[in-house]
């Protein structure tokens, strides 16, 4: 499972995310939230490399600034 975590938390926010496996995309995927998390989950997962990159992030009233966080905590920022 890939969890990533908003602030500030908006009614219909939408993240895109893809997840690649030694360079070959395995996972692409949208899901709108309301809660501030949104979680993708993984199936058949495989010994490799796996690299998930947030493509978008969307929300009413805010922009995404663009910048993935480079801790593991993966919480973005939107600007309101």
């Given at each position: 499972?890939?969890?990533?975590?908003?602030?500030?938390?908006?009614?219909?926010?939408?993240?895109?995310?893809?997840?690649?496996?030694?360079?070959?995309?395995?996972?692409?995927?949208?899901?709108?939230?309301?809660?501030?998390?949104?979680?993708?989950?993984?199936?058949?997962?495989?010994?490799?490399?796996?690299?998930t990159t947030v493509t978008n992030i969307s929300a009413p009233g805010c922009?995404?600034?663009?910048?993935?966080?480079?801790?593991?905590?993966?919480?973005?920022?939107?600007?309101?």
């Amino acid at each position: 499972e890939i969890t990533v975590l908003l602030s500030p938390i908006v009614n219909n926010t939408s993240v895109s995310c893809k997840v690649t496996r030694d360079g070959k995309t395995v996972l692409t995927s949208t899901k709108i939230s309301s809660t501030g998390q949104v979680t993708f989950t993984l199936t058949n997962i495989k010994a490799g490399t796996y690299i998930t990159t947030v493509t978008n992030i969307s929300a009413p009233g805010c922009i995404w600034d663009g910048i993935t966080p480079a801790d593991n905590i993966h919480t973005f920022a939107l600007i309101r």
